[in-house]
């Protein structure tokens, strides 16, 4: 193995920036490591070969006239496939728009580009990002690099896999009810969800839009503070988008302390359910912010009971509404009846029928009887009343403390098939990290350790809106004392190394 994919991306930028290393040596170490190993992990649903070394090239012919280059220039990224890429395949890991080249690229891609960083490739997801596991992907679901046998996350177990296997030091995902945090934590990896409308979700396809949120993920959290300054900033494109001003993440990551904060445990997101080894990491974690100088304290949050429930109204009818662009016929399939008349409505129908997964129908149906006349007040309507007791929530256990603290899921990563066959098993994976996409907050999950089956942990940070910062003084702090007990990072201490298992 190409010794270059062990470094992370801050080591990494700081190699490119003195001329130790040039962007193209890095880049194709990547991409030989992605065809090293992906056959097993499936993170990739493609690679751009030509265009990543082809931006390595520019970004080192530009580094040779001695120009002044942003930080993560020549570093490596991968994206998740429901980010479009122009001239690129994007499907959002769905049959119906297999094959569909975007015209444009989505303003996070616009500025990756803008920043230098080679593009190499989308990552799988499940469909149109439903799922918690990777495993409803129309194109076969990736492998946790911890054990082939056992799902990466979801839905963005492509962008954590690839980070956790060194086939990207960087990746991209989107997080609508946790689908940053909830891989991170069962691939051993750092993942971060910002405040809602801190990145442009301009070229993002709409999942649930009240929901959404693109956010880094990365093996270090200065890593991810890097990216997250180079991609989070206003976007006029984005209606959502928030126009405050972008900075301090990467100091805080690498020099803030806790002394003096008050991190509160979140009692509803912590009880029955939680396997064994994940609370003794968790409380293990706890511990060193409290030698650190933190002031430990509980909080309770009443609402975050129907936290699940109103989630899975909210975002089925929102995306029940987003997806009916996909008809046929405009873009991506169509499908048209062999028999009988050819029809606007017979095409749809077909083309519905045959595009679609069985997850992504489950929630179009659910999403469609929660605004049909007659009920939406008394679902839609009434989640969203949910939703503002959240909001209250949040703010009452803010006032008492600095950050929320709490497991990032309640197990480790699950064996393939396990909860295929029982949907409500599938959402209970999102339990802790809901809350945040509700309310519209930043959180965070970074590796805590290994469970007694020797799969990694995940360790949920939660700051008020507008205050990402929090989340990376606290974290810096922790994966710190972490790594000073570890020996090293998780990965690299325990063993996977990204090896295929």
Not at 56 to 64: F, G, N, T, W
Not at 259 to 276: D, H, K, P, S, T
Request: aromatic share 6%; charged share 20%.
């Amino acid at each position: 193995m190409n010794g270059l994919v062990h470094l992370d991306a801050a080591e990494l930028a700081r190699r490119l920036a003195s001329g130790e290393l040039s962007s193209v040596e890095v880049t194709r170490a990547h991409l030989e490591r992605i065809e090293e190993v992906d056959g097993v992990h499936h993170a990739f649903l493609r690679t751009d070969l030509q265009g990543a070394l082809s931006t390595a090239a520019a970004v080192d012919a530009a580094r040779s006239r001695g120009e002044v280059l942003p930080v993560l220039a020549g570093v490596p990224v991968a994206v998740k496939d429901n980010i479009v890429t122009r001239g690129l395949e994007t499907t959002a890991g769905s049959r119906i728009l297999e094959g569909w080249i975007p015209p444009y690229d989505a303003t996070l891609v616009t500025r990756l580009r803008s920043v230098g960083m080679p593009i190499l490739g989308k990552t799988n997801l499940d469909e149109f990002a439903m799922g918690s596991s990777t495993e409803h992907s129309a194109f076969g679901p990736t492998r946790n690099p911890w054990d082939p046998g056992r799902i990466p996350g979801g839905s963005g177990g492509g962008s954590a896999a690839a980070v956790a296997s060194l086939q990207a030091p960087l990746a991209v995902g989107s997080d609508t009810g946790g689908s940053i945090r909830q891989p991170g934590a069962v691939t051993g990896t750092v993942g971060v969800k910002p405040t809602y409308g801190g990145v442009s979700r301009y070229g993002l396809i709409a999942l649930a839009s009240s929901l959404d949120q693109i956010g880094p993920v990365a093996r270090r959290v200065e890593d991810a503070a890097l990216l997250h300054e180079a991609i989070a900033g206003h976007d006029p494109l984005d209606s959502t988008s928030l126009t405050d001003p972008i900075g301090g993440f990467v100091e805080a990551a690498r020099s803030g302390d806790v002394a003096g904060m008050r991190i509160a445990v979140v009692r509803e997101l912590g009880g029955e359910g939680y396997q064994e080894g994940v609370r003794a990491s968790f409380d293990h974690a706890l511990s060193l912010l409290a030698d650190a100088g933190a002031e430990i304290v509980e909080v309770s949050c009443p609402s975050f009971e129907f936290a699940l429930a109103a989630y899975y109204l909210i975002l089925p009818a929102e995306a029940s509404s987003n997806l009916a662009r996909f008809d046929g016929m405009r873009f991506g399939l169509r499908i048209e009846p062999s028999d009988g008349p050819i029809t606007a409505e017979r095409v749809m129908a077909a083309t519905r029928g045959a595009g679609f997964g069985d997850e992504v129908k489950r929630r179009i149906i659910l999403g469609t009887h929660a605004l049909s006349a007659g009920y939406f007040d008394a679902y839609y309507g009434s989640a969203q009343k949910v939703r503002t007791l959240i909001q209250r929530d949040f703010a009452a256990a803010f006032s008492e403390a600095d950050i929320l603290v709490s497991p990032t899921a309640p197990t480790t990563a699950f064996p393939f098939g396990e909860k295929m066959d029982d949907p409500l098993a599938m959402y209970l994976n999102d339990i802790a990290t809901i809350p945040a996409n509700l309310a519209g907050v930043p959180g965070m999950s970074l590796p805590s350790g290994v469970s007694d089956d020797g799969l990694p942990v995940g360790f949920q940070i939660l700051a008020p809106a507008r205050e990402d910062v929090r989340m990376y003084r606290a974290a810096g702090v922790l994966e710190r004392m972490l790594e000073q007990e570890w020996g090293g990072p998780l990965l690299e201490v325990h063993g996977v190394n990204g090896e295929v298992r």
